[in-house]
């Protein structure tokens, strides 16, 4: 029996898991779980330790791959009462929702659950350490791996290890004014009305600004057609906030510049991969070619877009830089601050 090691079980350890353990094999898995949380399953970012309930997770069900079954199928199989005490309403869910990142991460545990029964019922062997850090690992001279945790070495030796220990955040200390993350101690951390500086504009700073303001407020719902005051819109959107859209490349193309507008140019056919044209990242993008060109123009460079994918669209933004590196496009677009 094969044995076989996942460090960490946020989200990649859970998908991990499950492309080991649900798939039929001739011979059965031995397969050990370590989680350094309570929790295995939840993944650091959508924790009580590190998240509150104000904090919206940055990817809707469309965009989550089921893992024995959809984000949004999940969501319809919850009580009414939890689903509002997270502030969803039962009555409304939608595929392209944003939810809480405190419910993404019940998903997740409950979702691990089920594929732990399912692993067992083809017969694998599933061994689960939560509150287990795992701080080295050394292979053999026989080519076995073996680990150390912090309360000691792991009697098992692993012919694999997959590591999917996930984020990784600043070491500097905090103080009773200074917080190097917002999940440092910012989320419990009481704030007086005051200035508060944020340094960058990225999702962190979102959550960090997120985590001050809710202690002197909240956040309320409004009508759209409201914006009449505000532009004479009607019920057209308007745009809260920009985030630049770039070009990732193979490092082999030999060009110096590139504009968004060549992706739709014939020479990239089959060699361009982006996510949803439904996600929000990028509706804004075409909505700033709009403005730039016209609708007419927009629609035929959409076209000339979809004509020189490499693959259907979807994943997220790092996905692209993945399949890059995998070979799979040569050309990808994502967020600026995506690394």
């Known amino acids: 029996m094969k044995t076989i090691a996942i460090v960490g079980t946020g989200p990649t350890g859970v998908y991990a898991f499950k492309a080991l353990a649900t798939s039929p094999r001739a011979a059965p898995l031995a397969v050990w779980l370590f989680e350094k949380g309570a929790d295995a399953g939840v993944g650091m970012p959508y924790s009580d330790d590190t998240a509150s309930h ?36 039962p009555e409304h869910l939608n595929e392209r929702d944003f939810t809480p990142r405190l419910m993404l991460g019940r998903y997740y545990r409950d979702e691990f659950d089920a594929l732990v029964h ?21 292979t053999g001279l026989d080519g076995g791996i073996r680990l150390t ?20 955040f600043p070491q500097d200390a905090e103080t009773r004014r200074y917080f190097p993350s917002p999940w440092s101690g910012l989320v419990d951390a009481v704030v007086p009305a005051c200035r508060v500086g944020v340094l960058g504009t990225s999702l962190s700073a979102i ?21 009449d005051a505000a532009g004479g ?51 804004a993008l075409f909505s700033a070619l ?29 996905d692209g830089a993945k399949d890059i590196l995998g070979g799979i496009c040569d050309i990808a677009v994502a967020s600026s601050y995506v690394g």
């Not at 403005?291 to 877009?305: C, F, N, R, V, Y």
Request: aromatic share 8%.
């Open 54 to 89: 104000v904090m919206l997770a940055n990817i809707a069900s469309i965009e989550i791959p089921p893992v024995t079954r959809s984000y949004l199928d999940w969501l319809r199989a919850q009580t009414s009462a939890l689903l509002r005490s997270h502030g969803i309403d």
């Open 118 to 138: 399912a692993a067992e019922a083809l017969g694998h062997r599933v061994e689960l350490r939560e509150r287990t850090e795992v701080t080295d690992l050394v």
């Open 149 to 168: 945790t912090e309360h000691g070495d792991v009697g098992a030796v692993f012919d694999k290890v997959i590591l999917a220990t996930g984020h990784s």
């Open 207 to 227: 959550d960090a600004a997120m985590a001050v303001a809710t202690q002197h407020g909240r956040f309320v719902g409004i009508s759209w057609t409201g914006a």
């Open 233 to 283: 819109i009607g019920d057209q959107w308007f745009a809260l906030s920009m985030r630049t859209r770039v070009i990732y490349a193979a490092n082999d193309l030999d060009f110096f510049s590139f504009t968004c507008e060549q992706l739709a140019d014939p020479e990239w056919k089959g060699r361009v991969c982006i996510r949803s044209g439904q996600h929000p990242y990028n509706t």
């Open 290 to 318: 709009v403005s730039h060109q016209d609708a007419a123009a927009t629609e035929g460079w959409l076209t000339g877009l979809k004509f020189n994918l490499a693959r259907k669209t979807g994943g997220g933004d790092r």
